[in-house]
C-alpha cells in the first residue's frame, strides 16, 4: 500500500478545512459527537501503532 505523506500544515489545512464545511451544515451538539469520535480513533490508532512497534 502507497501512503502520501503530509506535512503538518497541509494536515492542518485539510483538518481545519473539514471542519469549516462541517460546521456550516450540522447542529453544535452533532458536530461534537463526530469530533470526539475522530479524536477516539485517533488514540486507537496511536497506541495499535506503539504497540505494534512493541512487539515488532
Known sequence: MIMETFTQEQLNKVLWSAADSSRTTLSADVYKDYVLAMLFYKYLS???????EKYK
Open 46 to 52: 496511536d497506541r495499535s501503532k506503539e504497540q505494534h
